[in-house]
């Protein structure tokens, strides 16, 4: 309700969605929300409707696919049929597609089985390795700090603390309280 959010300088909190979009940045939201009864291909082409994105349309869905094979095996396939984990992969993808220089993820892992949560942080990482910057709300601490090169450690919405995942993790509360070491 307050505050300002900076992307390159700009404030993008009163910006209409599409604004922030062109802002080069995209979300990627809890519970996935893919459109169940559009294809793979479809679900990740609403990615690309910006105008530089779709000019590189081509290029980046096999960005999207290297990331993420299963999207090529299921191009066709509803994304209703696909299971959770494949839906959080076209979500990604979907959220790529846009060329996103900041990249929102929100619980990323909720709901998966351990294997894929596995495969979706992987992928995470390499998404921030590619130069993307990546912001991940996640309550799964351990995971979310292995990818992290900066955390926040929230508290009734407000930042509790603040630092490297090493920082955090050696902090006695932390550990104490959202680790429960």
Known sequence: ???????????????????????GVAIVPEGRR??????????????????????EHRATLARVQALFPRLAERAGQLAGSLSGGEQQMVAIGRALMARPTLLLLDEPSLGLAPVVVDEVYAAIAAIAESGVSVLVVEQDVPRALAVSQRAYLLS???????????ELTDSAEVRR????L
């Not at 559009?38 to 530089?52: H, I, Q």
């Not at 009734?156 to 090493?166: D, F, K, L, M, S």
């Not at 309280?177 to 429960?180: A, C, E, I, P, S």
């Open 1 to 23: 309700t307050a505050g300002e959010i900076l992307v390159a300088g700009t404030d993008v909190s009163r910006l209409a969605a599409h604004r922030v979009c062109a802002s």
């Open 34 to 55: 893919v459109f169940a009864q559009m294809t793979v291909t479809d679900n990740l082409a609403l990615g690309a409707y910006r105008p530089a994105a779709r000019r």
């Open 177 to 180: 309280t959202v680790l429960g």
């Open 156 to 166: 009734e919405g407000r930042v509790a603390t603040t630092g490297t995942p090493a």
